[in-house]
């Protein structure tokens, strides 16, 4: 019980976000996910997925390692199906929109639901190029609208008064922490309504950690967040809703504080008081 005693400070900081957020008018749909089922050849390693994920919220998966959280992160832009193996049924809707239709093109998919992963991964260019790069793809090639895009980025990923005098100086220069929110910065250039972060705190020191938290709160505000962590504390702290995974299944998907101060479910009992995993 020890545990959930921490959490419900982490909890009674992420119920201020939920109040204030609870004011807001009704929220739309972002991704609709029915019956999903995901296997790797022959093994399943998704199971039955249902989930209604809010827009301008932040959406946690907590689970123990091997449960299918990146897996199933991956599968909402369907980045997963790079690995040749895998086979998909079911359905996930974005914005009404089924994402598995022949018609939608998967790069229009990622345009919209980008993607930051667990190890910063800067491309070895310069600070503006990394940023800049994603606009170009979209065939941006005015000086001056890159400019704006990239201080914008950088503005909103909390990182442009760190960088704005090296934005010509190669991106590996930069510490862990502002790598990732680099990372960030590259992400938002190309306008997403979903960001889907993969551990992306787990490679940094806490200060950083703690401004990519921050970071978040804030981009809730424009953005949908779909965070994967293993930290439970982050969780609590940052998420409005938690979804907990378990060998492939997803066991319980509420409200945070819920989750963490009265689960409904014994396995989610049992694994955030660290009973496993
Ligand atoms: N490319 C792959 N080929 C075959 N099996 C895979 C592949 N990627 C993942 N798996 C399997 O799918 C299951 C779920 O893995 P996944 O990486 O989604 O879990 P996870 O919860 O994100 O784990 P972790 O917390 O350790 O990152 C595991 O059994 C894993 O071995």
Redesign the pocket.
């Known amino acids: 019980m020890k545990r959930l005693l921490w959490m419900k400070e982490d909890v009674s900081m992420a119920n201020n976000t939920q109040a204030q957020t609870s004011n807001q008018q009704q929220k739309s749909t972002v991704f609709d996910v029915t019956d999903l089922n995901l296997w790797?050849g022959e093994?399943q390693?998704l199971y039955d997925i249902n989930m209604n994920i809010k827009q301008n919220e932040v959406t946690a998966i907590i689970?123990p390692?091997?449960?299918?959280?990146?897996?199933y992160l991956k599968t909402l832009n369907r980045m997963v199906e790079t690995?040749p193996?895998v086979r998909i049924s079911g359905s996930i809707k974005y914005k009404d929109s089924e994402i598995f239709d022949d018609k939608y093109k998967k790069e229009d998919l990622r345009t919209k639901v980008g993607m930051v992963f667990q190890k910063p991964n800067p491309f070895p260019k310069s600070v503006y190029d990394n940023v800049a790069y994603g606009p170009r793809i979209h065939g941006i090639r005015d000086k001056k609208t890159l400019d704006q895009i990239v201080e914008k980025s950088l503005r909103d990923a909390a990182i442009w008064d760190e960088v704005k005098d090296r934005l010509n100086e190669n991106a590996y220069g930069l510490s862990g922490g502002q790598q990732q929110r680099l990372c960030i910065a590259r992400c938002l250039a190309i306008e997403p309504d979903v960001i889907l972060m993969d551990e992306p705190t787990s490679a940094l020191d806490p200060i950083s950690t703690l401004k990519v938290e921050e970071l978040v709160q804030e981009l809730k505000k424009k953005y949908s967040i779909i965070i994967?962590t293993?930290n439970m504390q982050q969780a609590a702290r940052i998420s409005d809703k938690t979804a907990f995974?378990l060998n492939g299944e997803m066991v319980e998907f509420t409200e945070t504080d819920t989750l963490f101060s009265t689960p409904s479910d014994k396995r989610t009992e049992d694994y955030i008081t660290g009973r496993f995993g």
Request: charged share 10%; hydrophobic share 30%.
């Open positions: 790797y093994d390693a689970g390692s091997g449960c299918g959280k990146s897996t690995v193996i994967v293993h995974f």
